[in-house]
C-alpha cells in the first residue's frame, strides 16, 4: 500500500526557520524548562541543540528562548512569546496539512 507523505517548514525571507525537528526541539524545551535535559531526550549533544536554536533565531530574527541561568540546581528555560508564536503557527499549519493529506 502507497501512502502521501510531506514534509512541512517555516520559511522567512526563503530561510527555512522551523521544521519537524526543530519544532520538537522547541516543545521539548518548553516540557523539559532545560536544554539539556531537552537534547538528553531527544538524543542529541547540548552543542547540538544550541546551534539549532541559534539558527532558528537567525532566521526569524529574534530570540525563541530565554535561558535563566541558575545557581543550585540550575535556572528555567522557556520559550519566549515569540517563540511560542512561532511553534504556535507550525503546528497550526503542519495540522492543516495533515488533514488535506488524509
Same mark, same amino acid.
Given at each position: 500500500?502507497?501512502?502521501l507523505r510531506a514534509k512541512v517548514w517555516l520559511e522567512k525571507d526563503g530561510v527555512p526557520v522551523l521544521g519537524g525537528g526543530r519544532a520538537e526541539l522547541l516543545e521539548t524545551i518548553d516540557e523539559e524548562g532545560s536544554i539539556r535535559k531537552a537534547a538528553e531526550?531527544?538524543?542529541?549533544?547540548?552543542?547540538?541543540?544550541w546551534e539549532i536554536i541559534k539558527k532558528i533565531n537567525r532566521a526569524w530574527g529574534e530570540e525563541v528562548v530565554h535561558s535563566?541561568?541558575?545557581g543550585r540546581g540550575g535556572g528555567k528555560t522557556m520559550l519566549t512569546e515569540g517563540g511560542r508564536a @512561532? !511553534?504556535?503557527?507550525y503546528n497550526k499549519k503542519a495540522a492543516a @496539512? !495533515?488533514?488535506?493529506?488524509k
Open positions: 500500500m502507497t501512502k531526550k531527544l538524543g542529541m549533544s547540548y552543542r547540538h541543540a535563566n541561568r541558575g @512561532l !511553534l504556535k503557527e @496539512l !495533515l488533514r488535506v493529506l
